[in-house]
């Protein structure tokens, strides 16, 4: 035996890119996610979701699970103001 058992790695799950809407100020309603520092994300999960700014396109959230945040506004470094669309 050459103990190669649980080398393998995993393969990577495919995410979705969900590009966020991005709002007028006066549109804003809701819980304010303040902008990360330094270009971080604002969390990590192990969902299929990655939200992006509207605006410039920077991940602000990866691996979240479908509609998670569907309340929350989402302020990015570039000074965007985000929300995930409306499902129809």
Same mark, same amino acid.
């Not at 969390?43 to 509207?54: F, K, N």
């Given at each position: 035996? +050459? !103990?190669?058992?649980?080398?393998?790695? *995993?393969?990577?799950?495919?995410?979705? &890119?969900?590009?966020?809407?991005?709002?007028? =100020?006066?549109?804003? +309603? !809701?819980?304010?996610?303040?902008?990360? *520092?330094?270009?971080?994300?604002?969390? &990590?999960?192990?969902?299929?979701?990655?939200? =992006?700014?509207?605006?410039? !396109?920077?991940?602000?959230?990866?691996?979240?699970?479908?509609?998670?945040?569907? &309340?929350?506004?989402?302020?990015?470094?570039?000074?965007?103001?985000?929300?995930?669309?409306?499902?129809?």
């Amino acid at each position: 035996m +050459t !103990g190669d058992r649980g080398s393998r790695a *995993r393969p990577a799950l495919a995410r979705l &890119r969900v590009v966020l809407r991005v709002l007028e =100020a006066h549109q804003a +309603t !809701g819980f304010l996610i303040p902008a990360p *520092r330094g270009g971080a994300v604002v969390c &990590r999960g192990p969902g299929g979701e990655d939200y =992006a700014c509207g605006d410039c !396109g920077r991940l602000l959230a990866i691996g979240m699970r479908s509609g998670t945040f569907a &309340r929350f506004v989402f302020a990015c470094g570039c000074g965007a103001w985000n929300q995930l669309p409306s499902r129809a």
